[in-house]
T-cell receptor, first 111, second 112 residues
Framework: RKEVEQDPGPFNVPEGATVAFNCTYS??????FFWYRQDCRKEPKLLMS???SGNEDGRFTAQLNRASQYISLLIRDSKLSDSATYLC????????????FGKGTSLLVTP | NAGVTQTPKFRILKIGQSMTLQCTQD?????MYWYRQDPGMGLKLIYY???????DKGEVPNGYNVSRSTTEDFPLRLELAAPSQTSVYFC???????????FGQGTRLTVV
């Protein structure tokens, strides 16, 4: 079983839509949780960290359920500029806190 | 603030050649990492370092070597390049380990 699994995607949505991505992780010792965004042929960049209490940053809301080992990302009022691949990322003390990446979910927002 | 800088951005190697991918960061981060990303796949950890003089293998270390003589630099060495090493390589650094990692712009390597 892969350490981090995400929705297979791709997601094609119209502008203004709400879209949700889900992710599960297998290592119960995972300590930190993130959503990264990766544009085509670019490096991953942090979108937001995910906290147990849930957190929101503008149109983006992240949730973490440690008991179910489940992470989610909700994007409201999608913009064309949200088109990218969204990477679910966790880390543990193992391997110097190296990040474990899901394969990513591709989002295409259309006019 | 340059962040994490990788060179070169692109490279074509012939089978059996060797090369070094350079990575330097100016954020005084202790933790540094090398990942590779193949098409449609997640990033896989090659090697990591938790501080100067300390390195260790990640998930896919075969065919690679690293060194960490300074806090700033973490070069990745490919010996005897093989077509299976065709990939995009990302270097990253992190200040406290369990916090955000910053990535370089990547090196696109093709082995023919």
């Amino acid at each position: 079983r892969k350490e981090v699994e995400q929705d297979p995607g791709p997601f094609n949505v119209p502008e203004g839509a709400t879209v949700a991505f889900n992710c599960t992780y297998s290592n119960s010792a995972s300590q930190s949780f993130f959503w990264y965004r990766q544009d085509c042929r670019k490096e991953p960049k942090l979108l937001m960290s995910v906290y147990s209490s849930g957190n929101e940053d503008g149109r983006f809301t992240a949730q973490l359920n440690r008991a179910s080992q489940y992470i989610s990302l909700l994007i409201r009022d999608s913009k064309l500029s949200d088109s990218a691949t969204y990477l679910c990322v966790v880390n543990t003390l193992n391997s110097g806190y190296a990040l474990n990446f899901g394969k990513g979910t591709s989002l295409l927002v259309t006019p | 603030n340059a962040g994490v800088t990788q060179t070169p951005k692109f490279r074509i190697l012939k089978i059996g050649q060797s090369m070094t991918l350079q990575c330097t960061q100016d954020m005084n981060h202790n933790y540094m990492y090398w990942y590779r990303q193949d098409p449609g796949m997640g990033l896989k950890l090659i090697y990591y370092s938790v501080g100067a003089g300390i390195t260790d293998k990640g998930e896919v270390p075969n065919g690679y070597n690293v060194s960490r003589s300074t806090t700033e630099d973490f070069p990745l060495r490919l010996e005897l390049a093989a077509p299976s090493q065709t990939s995009v390589y990302f270097c990253a650094s992190s200040g406290q380990g369990n916090t955000e990692a910053f990535f370089g712009q990547g090196t696109r390597l093709t082995v023919v």
